[in-house]
């Protein structure tokens, strides 16, 4: 596992997911962040980040797409690896493809 900072940004303005396009192109733009998520109907914009950001500078980012940035709250956030290091081993997942007129279901191998 490792940490990253995760940043909510209530946002004021946004009416559609085309809103929601426009603040995460600006924080995109603004900031080497890791991902951003905005919801119009919640009113708010998640970020994650390695580094904490800078709030006025966010705030500037956001204001000046034309949506008004409100409260900032940042806390730490833990991501999981997605591979095990410690110890190998082998699993079986289930994969589903389609094929010809039919989903087929197979297990694969990943790990060790």
Do not use: W
């Not at 303005?13 to 603004?30: F, L």
């Not at 080497?32 to 919801?39: D, L, N």
Request: net charge neutral; charged share 25%.
């Amino acid at each position: 596992m490792f940490f990253m900072i995760q940043t909510t940004v209530k946002v004021f303005g946004m009416a559609c997911s085309m809103c929601e396009a426009h603040i995460n192109d600006a924080v995109r733009g603004a900031f080497p962040v890791e991902k951003v998520t905005s919801s119009h109907s919640k009113g708010e914009t998640v970020i994650l980040s390695k580094e904490p950001l800078d709030e006025n500078a966010l705030r500037a980012a956001i204001d000046a797409t034309g949506y008004t940035a409100g409260e900032i709250h940042a806390e730490t956030y833990k991501k999981r690896d997605c591979f095990i290091s410690e110890k190998r081993r082998t699993e079986l997942i289930p994969v589903a493809r389609f094929s010809g007129h039919r989903f087929e279901i197979n297990k694969i191998h990943i790990g060790g």
